[in-house]
């Protein structure tokens, strides 16, 4: 049985979320002591890029901290900077979509990498013991501190905390408990939102206009998540010529979608009506997207002296 912690790690290699971007759109510290508090000035939201590069680095650092405990671990770099970029709501960039679809080829490179992860092998391949030391290293194992954050809207949420997946949280964010408070909150505030986002006037009325260009440009969606659908149907089982067939399929639809959402300039009135009801929740919660925001800004700079942006 893989054991949910490493599966955990393996999923968090190919994807990464920005609490900005738009979701309908898409050991101690290694040279010793503390990190330094957040700085005071407002940090400006990262991009899935920069995203990118903290979670490599984050890698890096478990894979180091295993290393000294006498394990190994594998990064994963199974995609490339492009196929890392994360596809939402609304895409608008023509020349992705006219090269990757709507990532269908990308997901299967995923879940092929996850199928032939290293890491999984190599803690099965342990013996029994050396497996248990092998889990206290990663993460402290069962017995380790459980960390546990109250989320928007009620309810919470827990994770373990310990060993050098704790260890490299704190040399990029500072302490494990606070980043896991503020990411928590960071990213669980969509669902007071996003169902006001969806039956926005100006944004239904720029969905409108997007469905009026893909018809006339022969796809009539009436949105663009009933686009990608589309693209979808098809068989789970396909041959190598059939697969071609339907990629080429959503390639087309993609493209259009793409082309359409850049017309109406879908993306741009997401943002603008995201921003309104994120300032709703200003005084509630501007604090801490504030706190959080300087806490990425401080990772990324940590690691950018890390490891180098993804090619």
């Not at 890392?84 to 006219?98: F, L, M, N």
């Not at 342990?126 to 248990?132: E, G, H, I, K, M």
């Not at 098809?234 to 990629?247: L, N």
Request: net charge positive.
């Amino acid at each position: 049985m893989k054991r949910p912690a490493l599966r955990r790690k393996v999923a968090q290699l190919s994807t990464v979320v920005a609490v900005a971007a738009l979701a309908l759109t898409g050991c101690s510290r290694e040279s010793g002591g503390s990190p330094a508090p957040f700085a005071a000035a407002k940090a400006r939201e990262l991009t899935w890029a920069e995203d990118l590069r903290i979670s490599d680095a984050e890698q890096r650092l478990i894979a180091r901290c295993m290393a000294r405990q006498g394990f190994r671990y594998w990064s994963d770099g199974s995609l490339s900077l492009a196929e890392s970029r994360p596809v939402g709501y609304v895409q608008d960039d023509v020349r992705w979509a006219r090269t990757y679809g709507y990532g269908s080829r990308i997901a299967a490179k995923e879940d092929r990498a996850r199928l032939r992860n290293p890491n999984i092998a190599y803690r099965k391949g342990l013996p029994v013991d050396r497996r248990a030391a092998y889990d206290t290293a990663l993460d402290g194992g069962r017995k380790t501190e459980l960390l546990r954050a109250g989320v928007p809207g009620g309810g919470s949420v827990s994770k373990r905390s310990g060993g050098c997946d704790a260890a490299a949280q704190r040399t990029l964010y500072g302490d494990p408990a606070t980043w896991f408070r503020l990411d928590s909150t960071a990213s669980n505030l969509r669902p007071l939102y996003v169902g006001k986002l969806l039956h926005d006037r100006r944004f239904t009325a720029a969905v409108h206009d997007w469905a009026s260009c893909m018809k006339r440009a022969g796809h009539p969606y009436p949105d663009p998540d009933a686009a990608r659908q589309a693209a979808r149907q098809h068989p789970a089982v396909q041959s190598r010529a059939e697969e071609a067939r339907s990629f080429a399929a959503e390639t087309r639809i993609a493209v259009a979608d793409a082309t359409c959402a850049r017309q109406v300039s879908l993306k741009s009135v997401g943002r603008d009506r995201e921003a309104h009801y994120l300032d709703r929740l200003n005084a509630e919660y501007g604090t801490q997207l504030d706190a959080y925001r300087q806490a990425r800004q401080q990772a990324l700079a940590r690691a950018e002296r890390l490891v180098p942006a993804r090619a």
